[in-house]
């Protein structure tokens, strides 16, 4: 079993920054292969960005694309949301997701693929 936590969410201003991390319990880290997706408000849950496990490669939503950077520190265990010019649309609870792949530069975008979920944390842009 992976546990992940997800802290580093608030309230900013648009234009603003913030950066989220989600931190897994368990040794494999390294093993799995790692996402970020949001929930706004009536909205479905969609997809924001991934990464290999390798952390060599990443995959963005179009609408975040030059905007937000995510990264990974295994020794950490941690995966990173770096999210630059914030803009009010990107208002929503924002979840990590993991999964163990044998292939290291494999990523995946969709939700059924994940099979570890944080908790979320609440992202909330004012205009």
């Known amino acids: 079993q992976v546990q992940l936590v997800e802290s580093g969410g608030g309230l900013v201003q648009a234009g603003g920054s913030l950066r989220l991390s989600c931190a897994a319990s368990?040794?494999?880290?390294?093993?799995?292969?790692m996402a970020w997706f949001r929930q706004g408000p009536g909205k479905e849950r969609e997809f924001v960005s991934a990464?290999?496990?390798?952390?060599?490669?990443?995959y963005y939503q179009g609408s975040v694309k030059g905007r937000f950077t995510i990264s990974r520190d295994n020794a950490k265990n941690t995966v990173y949301l770096q999210m630059n010019a914030l803009k009010p649309e990107d208002t929503a609870v924002y979840y990590c997701?993991?999964?163990?792949?044998?292939?290291?530069?494999?990523?995946?975008?969709?939700?059924?693929?994940?099979?570890?979920w944080g908790q979320g944390t609440q992202v909330t842009v004012s205009s």
């Open positions: 990464i290999s496990r390798s952390g060599d490669v990443t």
């Open positions: 997701a993991g999964r163990y792949t044998p292939y290291s530069g494999a990523y995946y975008y969709t939700r059924t693929q994940y099979v570890y």
């Open positions: 368990g040794r494999t880290f390294s093993s799995y292969a």
